[in-house]
């Protein structure tokens, strides 16, 4: 089956959800009028000067050329719209499902008991399985256009709008709501055997280590592979209550807090809007940082001798901070 049908399929099978999708059957009719186009030019061509074509490359009547009108004036754009579109459904649903899952106190308990009475227990953890497929088979989708783009104009410009995209943090696969997604059914599958019918979603997706450095690895098909490294850029050392940046680089929190020079107490949305990402450099990227509290459970329970003597390590820190904090406070109010 073409990917195409299939996608057109699975997205049939998600209409009651109102999920946004690619349009993938309509930008593949901007690059089939593009071709189209481009062919006919070439073929009037020809006729008009046979002579110095002739002998020439079937190539050259199968691609665009480039810079090209046709395409880059509704293609690029159109993509854009719709990655935009599927990026921000996917990453607020995906909070919602974590929100609800990592619920706590009277909370928990509205949300067991509503389940409960709706007959529909296990539907957030449903959810959530179903927006990864979502994610991945969007992730695919992207990626397969792209490629077709370069492929009939010749050229790497679909590469080129790939690595922009990831740098506006419009990827899908760099979500980091797709990491706590990925880190939940990890510890549901290793801690209660839940794996359910979209099981084979996760077969490929584990935590391994490789000389005692923890990754996330998911292979869920040819085309999309994520290796996610789980080792802090700032302390070299295993992630210990990892937070995600708005950049969707990953850091332990105390080492965030240092990087972006602020205290744990006043949080990282304290952090000047200056402060830079100390990887990439890109300013402002502390306000909007994500705690990744599933993979923090997964971390914990996979290196359990690490996590209890970096727990010690970090509580005597955390109570020196917090106690130089309030002093400071105190000497400030009484105004010495």
Same mark, same amino acid.
């Given at each position: 089956?073409?990917?195409?049908?299939?996608?057109?399929?699975?997205?049939?099978?998600?209409?009651?959800?109102?999920? $946004?999708?690619?349009?993938?059957?309509?930008?593949?009719?901007?690059?089939?009028?593009?071709?189209? %186009?481009? @062919?006919?030019?070439?073929?009037?061509?020809?006729?008009?000067?046979?002579?110095?074509?002739?002998?020439?490359?079937?190539?050259?009547? !199968?691609?665009?050329?480039?810079?090209?009108?046709?395409? %880059?004036?509704?293609?690029?754009?159109?993509?854009?719209?719709?990655?935009?579109?599927?990026?921000?459904?996917?990453?607020?649903? !995906?909070?919602?499902?974590?929100?609800?899952?990592?619920? @706590?106190? *009277?909370?928990?308990?509205?949300?067991?008991?509503?389940?409960?009475?709706?007959?529909?227990?296990?539907?957030?953890?449903?959810?959530?399985?179903?927006?990864?497929?979502? !994610?991945?088979?969007? !992730?695919?989708?992207?990626?397969?256009?792209?490629?077709?783009?370069?492929?009939?104009?010749?050229?790497?410009?679909?590469?080129?709008?790939?690595?922009?995209?990831?740098?506006?943090?419009?990827?899908?696969?760099?979500?980091?709501?797709?990491?706590?997604?990925?880190?939940?059914?990890?510890?549901? /599958?290793?801690?209660?055997?839940?794996?359910?019918?979209?099981? &084979?979603?996760?077969?490929?997706?584990?935590?391994? *280590?490789?000389?005692?450095?923890?990754?996330?690895?998911?292979?869920?098909?040819?085309?999309?592979?994520?290796?996610?490294?789980?080792?802090?850029?700032?302390?070299?050392? @295993?992630? *210990?209550?990892?937070?995600?940046?708005?950049?969707?680089?990953?850091?332990?929190?105390?080492?965030?807090?240092?990087?972006?020079?602020? @205290?744990?107490?006043?949080?990282?949305?304290?952090?000047? $809007?200056?402060?830079?990402?100390?990887?990439? /450099?890109?300013?402002?990227?502390?306000?909007?940082?994500?705690?990744? %509290?599933?993979?923090?459970?997964?971390?914990?329970?996979?290196?359990?001798?690490?996590?209890?003597?970096?727990?010690?390590? &970090?509580?005597?820190?955390?109570?020196?901070?917090?106690?130089?904090?309030?002093?400071?406070?105190?000497?400030?109010?009484?105004?010495?």
């Amino acid at each position: 089956m073409k990917f195409c049908k299939k996608y057109k399929e699975y997205m049939e099978t998600q209409d009651q959800k109102k999920l $946004p999708g690619v349009g993938f059957k309509n930008l593949k009719k901007i690059l089939k009028r593009c071709r189209r %186009d481009v @062919t006919d030019s070439q073929n009037s061509l020809q006729s008009q000067s046979s002579s110095f074509l002739n002998g020439s490359s079937d190539k050259s009547s !199968a691609t665009c050329i480039h810079p090209c009108p046709v395409c %880059d004036g509704s293609f690029f754009p159109s993509l854009m719209k719709e990655m935009f579109m599927v990026v921000g459904c996917f990453n607020e649903r !995906a909070q919602k499902v974590l929100d609800v899952h990592l619920a @706590t106190g *009277f909370r928990k308990y509205f949300v067991w008991c509503k389940e409960k009475f709706q007959g529909n227990h296990g539907a957030v953890i449903q959810e959530g399985k179903d927006l990864v497929g979502y !994610a991945i088979i969007n !992730a695919i989708a992207m990626r397969k256009i792209l490629k077709k783009y370069d492929k009939i104009h010749d050229s790497n410009q679909g590469q080129v709008f790939r690595s922009q995209v990831q740098s506006m943090h419009m990827d899908i696969l760099q979500s980091p709501w797709l990491c706590e997604l990925i880190a939940l059914h990890i510890n549901l /599958r290793e801690t209660k055997g839940i794996m359910g019918n979209d099981s &084979e979603l996760f077969e490929g997706c584990f935590l391994i *280590f490789n000389d005692g450095k923890p990754s996330l690895s998911c292979e869920v098909s040819e085309v999309v592979k994520l290796e996610i490294d789980l080792t802090c850029s700032i302390c070299l050392d @295993t992630l *210990f209550d990892p937070v995600c940046l708005t950049c969707g680089h990953i850091f332990c929190f105390m080492c965030a807090c240092k990087s972006g020079s602020v @205290t744990i107490v006043d949080g990282l949305k304290a952090a000047e $809007p200056t402060a830079k990402c100390p990887l990439c /450099r890109e300013a402002g990227v502390y306000h909007g940082s994500l705690h990744l %509290d599933e993979l923090n459970i997964l971390l914990g329970r996979s290196c359990p001798e690490y996590w209890e003597e970096r727990l010690k390590t &970090e509580r005597a820190e955390r109570i020196q901070q917090a106690k130089e904090h309030w002093e400071s406070q105190s000497r400030a109010f009484l105004g010495f």
